[in-house]
């Protein structure tokens, strides 16, 4: 797999923008959806698109495992909408991880990205990640889990925190190229203690890129 053999940025950015309304809807829904979509960024040098392979839901503060669970704070304050935002937090004191806000303005809701499939701009990636594709193996590690994909794409709290995904102005954006996934397999959430047994995390059957646990609990 090499940039050679994938779609050229011009074509891959006339995929379809997703809309707010897509995203002001219950996480799972969105969580679902989301699969198969094209996470795209505009860079100086060129453009990163990474086909979104896992996700994973937070049901807002019903959701003892959400960061708005104990209400609205500065910190949280974009998974209360509107809905597309991009919410970005640090973690673990060494990376951050992208999430995207849900259902209507004023109701918290996100979804967190897990995986990317690498499609354009995978040695850009590479660099960012200070891997070489040398190693035929680093191409499955560059964006599978959410602190390399966030690295991969320069995804930073200053940066890009509250950003919008659906805007046409925006630097990071959602689109669907039509690529539609035969089969979703969902799972218990994982790297969380807090309800890590409710089954909401998303992922494409079979995609190589799925970071964490390949066990599947339930296809659908």
């Known amino acids: 797999m090499t940039d050679s053999l994938m779609p050229r940025p011009r074509e891959s950015l006339r995929a379809l923008l997703l809309s707010q309304e897509f995203f002001d809807r219950d996480p799972r829904v969105v969580a679902r959806a989301l699969l198969g979509k094209l996470l795209a960024r505009r860079t100086p040098n060129g453009t990163l698109v990474g086909r979104v392979v896992e996700t994973e839901a937070y049901l807002g503060t019903g959701d003892p495992a959400a960061h708005s669970f104990s209400g609205k704070t500065p910190r949280n304050a974009v998974l209360f909408g509107p809905p597309g935002l991009a919410y970005v937090y640090f973690i673990y004191g060494n990376h951050y991880c992208l999430n995207v806000s849900c259902l209507p303005d004023g109701v918290a809701g996100g979804v967190l990205f897990r995986a990317l ?18 190693d035929k193996s680093a191409l499955k590690r560059i964006t599978s889990g959410p602190g390399r994909m966030a690295e991969a794409f320069g995804i930073t709290r200053d940066r890009d925190n509250g950003k919008d995904f659906t805007s046409a102005r925006s630097d ?41 646990p390949k066990a599947w609990a339930k296809k659908t």
């Open 117 to 134: 499939e690498p499609v354009i701009g995978i040695e850009a990636m590479a660099r960012a990640r200070d891997m070489s594709l040398s």
């Open 172 to 212: 990071l954006q959602l689109r669907d190229d039509g690529y539609r996934v035969r089969r979703v397999v969902v799972t218990r959430r994982i790297g969380i203690v807090k309800a890590a047994e409710e089954p909401l995390r998303y992922i494409i059957e079979g995609n190589p890129f799925v970071s964490g």
